[in-house]
């Protein structure tokens, strides 16, 4: 069938016009730090990082660094471009086993569509600290909010968002996340994002999409464990619900001498507002390993026995969630027996919905 050199040059014309709509020369780049950001504690000299120099004081060496990434951190903002593009450099190059490169080092994109958070696409990386990624091309032109999630697992120096020279890109004007409200989750990798598949499939973010709150991710990985430094970092920031979900890093008999110390601390400092205690989640291959399973057994014990302390004492506004309840027991929700898939943080997510609702409400 011979074609009308007509139609072929208009299909010719549309052609080079979407590819002009996506190339390096008709993106127009804005600092990300110009837009709105989401999943902070408080403010930080270094806009990509969780915590701050001076509230690092005091804290594990370990705890220092991994508060330098990014876990939990988004962007928000709102634009009519077809096409959106990210340039952002990394502090080093990172392989983890249980992770995919998405996740630890590249972005995340969701888009607010009829009121609730869509996937769009992520930002792969590529070899090197310097990465410059197409993520979505083709869309319509009409305004759109969107959020786009941060490395779990690497920093951040600089980030920005392309757009096409003739769109508008900027701070939404109805944010669809309410910073207002906050949730503040401590805990292990588990927390951290270990192992998602993507920046926005960790729990927190989860939690996030799914009430509209600013969820703040406190996970350091193979680090949480309870230290007098990190209960008062933590009650200095502002929150309506705290999740303490660090029982799978501290040894049970750690749990025994730091969770009491450490939860009346924070309880004391912060009278109101809710805490939910969250048992450590069941390791699989604790099912045939005896010693793993003893260990996680233990853990769980000492929590338990901390919480029913304070219960008698008379602290109030205290919740508790149980392992059994966490992630299903198919035992078909890990990476490698420790560590979730996307699949084990739906299920925590939906396991901690409810206690959330139930502990504000009270509040």
Partial sequence: MKIPKRKFFL????LLMMQLAWSQDSILYVD?????MTGKAKTTDSIYQRIDTIDRKGMPPAV???AKQSAGIAVLFETNSTAIRAKWSLPKEVYMHNMTPIAHSGLDLYCLKDGKWQFVGVARTGKGIHQDQLIVRNMDSTMKQFMLYLPLYNGVGSLQIGVQRNAIIQPPAHPAVNKAKRIVVY???????????RPGMAYPAILQRRTGYDVI???????????????????TVQADCYILDCIPNPSPQQIKERS?????????HQPDIPIIIVETVFRQNGYWDQQVGQTVKDQNNEIRKTYERLLKEGYKNIYYLETDK??????????????????GFTRIADALLPVIKKALKRK
């Fill in 11 to 14: 299909a010719a014309v549309v």
């Fill in 32 to 36: 990300a730090a110009t837009l709105l």
């Fill in 64 to 66: 220092i660094g991994l």
């Fill in 187 to 197: 805990g292990s990798s588990v927390v951290q994002g270990a192992s998602a598949s």
């Fill in 217 to 235: 991710n406190l996970g350091f990985s193979g680090s949480a464990k309870m230290e007098p430094a990190l209960a008062a970092y933590l009650a």
């Fill in 260 to 268: 009491y110390p450490f939860i009346k601390y924070l309880r004391e």
């Fill in 326 to 343: 966490l992630i299903g027991n198919d035992h078909e929700a890990t990476v490698d027996g420790i560590h979730l898939t996307d699949l």
